[in-house]
């Protein structure tokens, strides 16, 4: 598989998983914490699955159309991305420790958080790695 393919496969995983965990979030006990909170189909909900998907598509529309510099620009995002998930994991993680709320009210948000940490390394991975990986594996095969 190329590597345009690869990284436009684990783009798009790493999308739905992003969004998915705001829906998630928003339907757990973690979307009555704060203000800024959204609910579940509320406008914030979907302004923020919007823009997720606009800071997505953008970088990986213009690396598809052949500027191969924004793999650069997207592992940028990537590396944030992973600081994001991995960082909501440990909230949540906390708030089901220092709170009323179970731990198995908010596991799903947290599995899906880990998954999409997973998914943007893995993401890495597809992205930059060497030429010489796949010509070796060519050989064996």
């Excluded at 606009?54 to 620009?73: C, H, N, Q």
Aim: aromatic fraction near 12%; hydrophobic fraction near 60%; proline fraction near 1%.
């Amino acid at each position: 598989m190329s590597r345009k393919n690869s990284v436009a496969i684990m783009t798009a995983i790493s999308a739905f998983l992003f969004c998915t965990v705001i829906v998630a979030a928003s339907l757990s006990p973690l979307a009555g914490t704060g203000g800024a909170a959204n609910q579940f189909n509320s406008v914030g909900m979907w302004s923020a699955v919007g823009m997720i998907l606009v800071l997505y598509f953008i970088p990986f529309l213009m690396y598809m159309l052949g500027v191969e510099a924004m793999r650069f620009v997207m592992a940028v995002l990537c590396g944030f991305g992973v600081l994001i998930h991995l960082s909501s994991a440990g909230f949540i993680l906390m708030f089901s420790l220092f709170s009323d709320h179970q731990l198995s009210e908010v596991i799903f948000v947290m599995g899906v958080s880990l998954a999409a940490a997973a998914a943007n390394v893995i993401w890495f991975v597809a992205a930059f790695r060497s030429t010489a990986e796949k010509t070796s594996a060519n050989h064996l095969t």
